[in-house]
């Protein structure tokens, strides 16, 4: 396939659903001009043709959805084909206002739709501003079956009559004839959240929209065009479930009861054998949404705090009282409210639970984020996943382990690796020096490092594996291919996935291959199962595959929840894979979670964390991809406009990752001559991504370096980022993110653009000389230096592998008996430069690129030295610029060397 063949015209905006929306909003306005043109008397050619173009687009889009509906889209094209434009612009414009802003969606119970007919007269009188706190949350539920219209009605009428008052939730019924279209609406509307699968539908769609054909590359099985029955349901189901594994599947047949029982899989909730059974249809949609929706721990802290209760305990600050009590804190209870106060406690009874050992909703919450996550383990952490990385290598570590680490990690791993008494084997990821970032680790380096190690004969001391997944820049491994190479040398080896900045992505059907629970699933299921074991015991070269007989899959991932879904700061969670939990770790894992987690652990941000839970398992999928639609929309309006393009670009997947790791040929996300890339297809192929949510604007044209412009939008414009390096500046749209906010950007990046052109314009010779020199030196940073390696002293044998004893120098350190001061200059340069070795007694993190470039034990090699002088950053922790860098004296590493000199008998100033 050529380059250019791996991309398709843009059919519009990247989202389709957002492609909805916006043909409603041409709709509307179209139909006014009609309506205008029409009383004028004036040539109706013209806007009645777009209006039926329109029309006829939406026509296929509400095919996949329950609001509107056909029944409605028939409604309008009656109107149109009888004149009655009036009426027409009225109708198009309510329709539009009620799904553009989502007001469909919230139902009043007392206004609940009793016929088709009458359905958008219901959303008017439900319309924002009239919604109550007993509105009820709105789903839709998809049928597949080949019923025809009559059939439909009479389903729809059947399960309608079966509501309560009392029913949380409200739902309408949505039906498609074929297997296609059953793949495109569970991708396409959001609002599904129940499908059932009955008798005998199609296999091919009749709709052609180029902009929902690319549903359809998601069909993983040359069998299903030709199986039929319940095999097509059984296959569709497995489709659906992988595409979104939140969803609750029925499944309705006629077949008989001794083909179908135990022949349906495990995807189906229940299976119904009677038309008839629309009760208990109804009984189990309500039931499955309800197992979801539930949050336990978050109600019963709303519980509790509605209790009257006497405080003879710590926390004055509970129930607000030693506010509202006194007369000099009053404005703290009113900046925040009263609920958070009267839900703060130190109890662990009365309907609560502890953390430390849960055993009541805390635990139930833990539970249903572990089926959330495809874990088959999850805990809260309270304190950030900096705590939640000590946690797991305290736990899986024990001294003198080796474990393999990328040297561009967060701090965190590094000290939960010196306080575990680990033997680190850093590992260099690729380099960017253009951008001032490095990228991520060629899985060729981890098998390199551990074939020496096997070579070596220290394989059995390797432990564990820690990887950065995604990066802060969005670079993302593909965790299945490493694990699988890793596990052909190792079979045993732990994983530790950091993916602080990635929780999000179990909720994109494209992005959740990339994460390390889908990976986990999946390879326990390919080497468990019998196809893969016969494949082993005939392949010629089985040294190269992973054992299955001595296989274990033992993975762990720590994730930042309060940084891309709905928690409080510092909400986290550990997810757990591990075959071997319960009979090897569990004990461990538990004492690790004991010694780091507080006894006094915030009960807001485990509610929050049980609540974020609950959200991305309803509306997840949702909330994600239209995250990475408005991320696309930011890249194309970057590039399309003429102002912002002239000083401002978007880094592209060829930008950040090199051809050998990028087989799929996919340059960009969106060009303005090719249209949008087809992300899936490098999510599939290629060992390394870039995950679509992460925006690195390259800023270098505009003559202002990272910091620079960082300040500039927060200071003049509000706007505030995080990460940025000599010349970009990272923008992460998250789930919070809104088309208004992506639009206000736009019009900071036009206004920064046309105030530099105007800048320029007026300027001087030497002026547009200096403005160009200062482009020139952002162009390229210095080069990114590779980990040196660790000195003698502090390596555990004289073999040429390159572990070395961290917790040995990170303790070494505290006896300031045993520390130099040197400067960071070109002295100190051409000394080292000259053959005098300096090792660093500190942990020295420059922010950016944001990890330590220097590590306790490490030796300083002028390529470190070289890079720390030409960095124009403010904030390096670990350096003093008045007293200098920390090293060990020649007297310390010699007695360190020589064994003298221990963690035990360093002499106490």
């Known amino acids: 396939m050529t380059k250019a063949s791996s991309h398709t015209p843009p059919p519009g905006p990247y989202s389709a659903p957002q492609l909805r929306l916006d043909t409603w909003n041409d709709f509307q306005s179209r139909c006014a001009w009609l309506k205008e043109f029409s009383r004028e008397k004036r040539d109706l050619t013209e806007p009645r043709a777009l209006v039926a173009e329109s029309l006829a687009r939406l026509r296929t889009f509400e095919s996949f959805w329950a609001f509107p509906g056909l029944g409605r889209m028939a409604k309008l094209t009656a109107l149109l084909e009888h004149g009655a434009y009036a009426d027409l612009a009225n109708e198009a414009r309510e329709l539009a206002r009620l799904l553009v802003g989502d007001a469909y969606r919230q139902r009043n119970a007392s206004l609940e739709a009793a016929t088709h007919a009458d359905q958008l007269a219901d959303a008017r009188k439900d319309a924002p501003g009239k919604h109550t706190k007993t509105g009820k949350p709105y789903f839709e539920v998809l049928v597949v079956d080949g019923i025809d219209g009559y059939d439909h009605e009479e389903l729809r ?38 499908v059932f699968l009955r008798y005998n539908y199609a296999f091919r769609t009749e709709h052609q929209d180029p902009a929902l054909s690319r549903y359809l590359d998601v069909l993983t099985t040359d069998a299903m065009p030709t199986c039929f029955g319940l095999d097509r349901s059984v296959e569709l189901a497995k489709q659906i479930k992988r595409l979104r594994p939140e969803i609750d599947l029925f499944l309705v047949t006629d077949a008989p009861l001794d083909r179908v029982a135990g022949n349906h899989g495990t995807n189906f909730r229940r299976v119904f054998y009677r038309l008839e059974q629309h009760m208990e249809q109804h009984l189990s949609i309500l039931k499955g949404v309800r197992s979801r929706f539930e949050a336990p721990f978050f109600d019963a802290l709303r519980k509790y705090s509605a209790k009257p209760t006497g405080v003879f305990h710590a926390l004055p600050i509970a129930r607000g009282k030693s506010m509202s009590s006194g007369h000099w804190a009053k404005d703290l209870l009113d900046f925040y409210g009263p609920n958070i106060f009267m839900a703060e406690t130190s109890a662990t009874s009365g309907g609560l639970d502890s953390l430390l050992q849960p055993r009541g909703p805390i635990k139930k919450a833990q539970d249903s984020a572990a089926r959330a ?3 088959r383990h999850s805990y809260f952490v309270t304190n950030g996943t900096s705590t939640a990385n000590k946690i797991v290598a305290q736990a899986m570590i024990q001294p003198g382990d080796i474990v393999l680490v990328d040297r561009d ?7 939960a690796l010196a306080l575990a008494g680990a033997m680190p084997v850093y590992l260099d990821s690729y380099a960017l020096p253009q951008y001032s970032m490095y990228g991520a680790v060629p899985l060729e380096e981890i098998e390199r490092q551990l074939l020496d190690l096997k070579a070596a004969g220290k394989l059995d001391q390797v432990r564990m594996l820690i990887l950065t997944n995604c990066t802060f820049d969005g670079l993302t491994y593909d965790p299945d291919r490493v694990m699988e190479r890793v596990l052909a040398i190792k079979p045993d080896m732990i994983f530790l996935w950091d993916e602080a900045w990635y929780a999000y992505a179990r909720f994109s059907p494209t992005l959740r291959r990339r994460t390390a629970m889908d990976a986990a699933s999946r390879l326990r299921t390919r080497f468990r199962s019998p196809e893969y074991k016969a494949t082993y015991a005939q392949a010629s070269d089985a040294d190269a595959m992973v054992d299955p007989e001595r296989v274990r899959i033992r993975v762990y991932a720590t994730q930042s929840t309060h940084k891309t879904l709905t928690s409080l700061r510092q909400g986290s969670m550990i997810h757990v894979y591990d075959e071997d939990f319960e009979q090897k770790a569990s004990d461990s894992f538990h004492e690790a979670f004991m010694t780091h987690t507080s006894t006094s652990p ?10 974020g839970r609950r959200q991305v398992e309803l509306e997840g999928f949702e909330m994600v991809e239209q995250t990475i639609g408005l991320a696309m929309t930011l890249r194309q309006r970057v590039s399309e406009h003429p102002d912002i393009a002239r000083f401002f670009s978007v880094l592209r997947p060829a930008d950040m990752i090199p051809n050998d790791h990028r087989p799929s040929g996919l340059d960009f996300y969106y060009d303005n001559e090719h249209g949008w890339g087809q992300l899936d297809r490098a999510y599939r192929m290629d060992e390394f991504t870039l995950d679509p949510t992460r925006v690195t604007l390259y800023i270098g044209a505009t003559g202002m370096d990272g910091d620079t412009f960082r300040h500039l939008l927060m200071d003049k414009y509000d706007i505030q980022i995080n990460k940025t390096s000599r010349n970009t500046a990272l923008f992460m749209p998250n789930i919070g993110t809104t088309r208004g906010d992506i639009a206000y950007l736009v019009d900071v990046l036009v206004e920064i653009s046309l105030d530099i052109a105007d800048r320029l314009s007026v300027e001087s010779d030497s002026g547009l000389a200096r403005h160009s020199a200062r482009v020139d030196s952002l162009i390229e940073g210095p080069p990114l230096p590779n980990f040196s390696r660790f000195h003698s002293a502090f390596k555990p044998d004289s073999a040429p592998t390159p572990e070395g004893d961290l917790r040995r120098a990170y303790f070494l350190a505290y006896d300031e008996n045993n520390i130099d001061l040197i400067g960071l200059d070109r002295a100190t340069l051409a000394t080292i430069e000259d053959g005098h070795e300096y090792v660093s007694a500190a942990f020295v993190t420059p922010y950016p690129p944001g990890f330590p470039i220097l590590v306790p034990g490490q030796v300083l090699s002028p390529e470190i030295i070289a890079y720390l002088l030409a960095l124009d950053v403010k904030e390096i922790h670990g350096y003093d610029p008045v007293k200098g860098l920390r090293v060990f004296t020649e007297a310390a590493l010699e007695r360190a060397s020589s064994g003298e000199l221990t963690t035990t008998n360093t002499e106490r100033v």
């Not at 029913?167 to 297997?179: H, I």
């Not at 915030?602 to 609540?611: E, F, K, M």
């Open 409 to 415: 990690c967060h701090k965190s791993h590094h000290y």
């Open 602 to 611: 915030n009960y807001q941000i485990v509610a929050s964390l049980d609540v």
């Open 157 to 194: 009428d059947g399960l309608r009559a079966c509501r309560r008052d009392t029913d949380e939730f409200v739902y309408e019924l949505l039906t498609v004839p074929s297997l296609e279209d059953a793949l495109i609406a569970v991708q396409f509307n959001w609002t599904i959240q129940t």
């Open 373 to 375: 996550f495809g874990a």
